[in-house]
Nanobody, 116 residues
Framework: QVDLVESGGGLVQPGGSMRLSCAAS????????WTWYRQDPDLTRHLVARITTTSATIYIDSVKGRFTISRDNAKNIIYLQMNSLKPEDTGVYYC??????????WGQGTQVTVSS
């Protein structure tokens, strides 16, 4: 069992920055991939960024160059630094922790709203 708690969401103006955090506890040594997803108003979830235990990263094209995923191994926290935010980045952001080829575990989500 892995428990995940997201924080750091809120309202930000277009062009602003925000950092999301995902604090993990439990059987973390089982986890191979740490991923941030965004859920749109139509309830579709999109992979936004992923980091593996080997520190390999992937990003959805729309956030490349603007978002950075990172991991603090000592604190067991996954971060998503979001810069140059756009209205289309609005959504509920979920943290996922998974072994390879597994659905893994989900946090409760944190709302990010980009609006003037």
């Amino acid at each position: 069992q892995v428990d995940l708690v997201e924080s750091g969401g809120g309202l930000v103006q277009p062009g602003g920055s925000m950092r999301l955090s995902c604090a993990a506890s439990g059987r973390i040594f089982d986890i191979d991939e740490w991923t941030w997803y965004r859920q749109d108003p139509d309830l579709t979830r999109h992979l936004v960024a992923r980091i593996t235990t080997t520190s390999a990263t992937i990003y959805i094209d729309s956030v490349k160059g603007r978002f950075t995923i990172s991991r603090d191994n000592a604190k067991n926290i996954i971060y998503l630094q979001m810069n140059s935010l756009k209205p289309e980045d609005t959504g509920v952001y979920y943290c996922n922790a998974a072994p390879y080829h597994s659905a893994g575990y989900w946090g409760q989500g944190t709302q990010v709203t980009v609006s003037s």
